[in-house]
C-alpha cells in the first residue's frame, strides 16, 4: 500500500521527455506494473535511438519498445483511455503546462539537457531529476546519476550528479569515435539505415553537401530521421563496434540500470 493509501499500481507518473533514458525508465516502471505514466514531449523530438525512443510516436502516432506501446494524444481526457488499454500515452507539452490542473504522484524529468529547464520541487509529491542541471534537496527531491562509471543509477538524496564531460560512453574501446556529428548546418540526408553494417571511411551521409564519414566500422545502432534541417554538431548518430542487431531495437544497459534507480527510488518513497 502506498504512502497516500493509494495502490502502488494506481500511482501516476509524469515523465517529462520520451528519448533513449526516458524510455528506459518508462519501460521499467511500466513492467513493474506502475504503468499509470504519461509521457511529455516537443512538437518535433530529435531521437538517436528511434526504435527504443517513445517519442517516435508523436512522428508515427504509436511505438513499441520491448513490448511496451506508447500511443499519442491530444489531450489530457485521452489518457485514462489509455491506461486501460495498458499503453504509455504521450502528449505534446514541452512547457509541462498539463502540472498546473492535472495532480500527479511522480514527476519525473528525463530531457537530459543538462540544465534545469523548470522543474520544481513543488510539482509532485516526489520530484525526480536525472543526470547534472538538478539539485537534490532543492529543485528536486532526488537525484539519478546518469554516467557512466562506478556511480551509474545512484540516487542522489542531496547535491548534484556529475557534471558532464561531453564526451560519450566507452563502447568496445570507442568514445567519441562511434558518434556520428553534422559537420555544418543545412540539410540532412542519409544514405544508410539503422542496423546496417558499416565500414570504416565509409559515407554515411550528408548536411548541406557535406560527407558524414564513419570513423570506425560496426552497426549503425542509431540514427536521426532523414531529410531534417540541422545545426552544426548535432548528434545524428552511433556506430556500435560490437555489431549485434538485437541492441538496435533492446534498451541499453545504461537506460535499464537509470530505469531501475527511478522505480527504487519510487518505491523507497510510497511503499511503506
Not at 141 to 154: C, S
Request: glycine share 10%; aromatic share 4%; charged share 20%.
Amino acid at each position: 500500500m502506498a504512502l497516500n493509501n493509494k495502490p502502488l499500481s494506481q500511482l501516476t507518473l509524469c515523465i517529462k521527455g520520451a528519448g533513449e533514458m526516458a524510455s528506459g525508465v518508462a519501460c521499467r516502471l511500466h513492467a513493474a506494473n506502475l504503468s499509470r505514466i504519461l509521457m511529455l514531449e516537443t512538437q518535433n523530438p530529435l531521437a538517436v535511438r528511434r526504435k527504443v525512443s517513445f517519442c517516435e510516436a508523436v512522428h508515427d502516432s504509436r511505438q513499441s519498445v520491448e513490448g511496451i506501446v506508447a500511443c499519442k494524444i491530444t489531450s489530457p481526457e485521452q489518457m485514462q483511455s489509455v491506461w486501460l488499454k495498458n499503453e504509455i500515452p504521450i502528449l505534446v507539452d514541452p512547457e509541462g503546462d498539463i502540472l498546473e490542473t492535472y495532480p500527479f504522484d511522480v514527476l519525473i524529468d528525463a530531457i537530459l539537457a543538462k540544465q534545469n529547464l523548470g522543474t520544481r520541487i513543488d510539482a509532485a509529491p516526489l520530484v525526480i531529476g536525472l543526470g547534472p542541471g538538478f539539485e537534490a534537496g532543492s529543485d528536486v527531491h532526488k537525484v539519478i546519476e546518469t554516467q557512466r562509471g562506478h556511480n551509474l543509477g545512484r540516487i542522489i538524496d542531496k547535491g548534484e550528479a556529475e557534471k558532464n564531460t561531453g564526451i560519450p560512453g566507452n563502447i568496445g574501446g570507442f568514445t567519441s569515435q562511434r558518434v556520428l556529428r553534422a559537420p555544418v548546418a543545412g540539410r540532412f540526408k542519409s544514405f544508410k539505415s539503422i542496423g546496417d553494417l558499416v565500414i570504416k571511411g565509409d559515407c554515411l551521409a550528408t548536411v548541406n553537401g557535406q560527407p558524414v564519414v564513419a570513423e570506425i566500422s560496426g552497426m549503425l545502432r542509431g540514427l536521426i530521421r532523414g531529410n531534417l534541417e540541422v545545426p552544426e554538431g548535432l548528434k545524428l548518430g552511433d556506430i556500435d563496434p560490437r555489431g549485434k542487431i538485437d541492441y538496435c531495437s533492446t534498451i541499453s544497459e545504461k537506460a535499464r540500470a537509470i530505469g531501475g534507480a527511478v522505480l527504487e527510488a519510487v518505491l523507497a518513497h510510497y511503499n511503506v
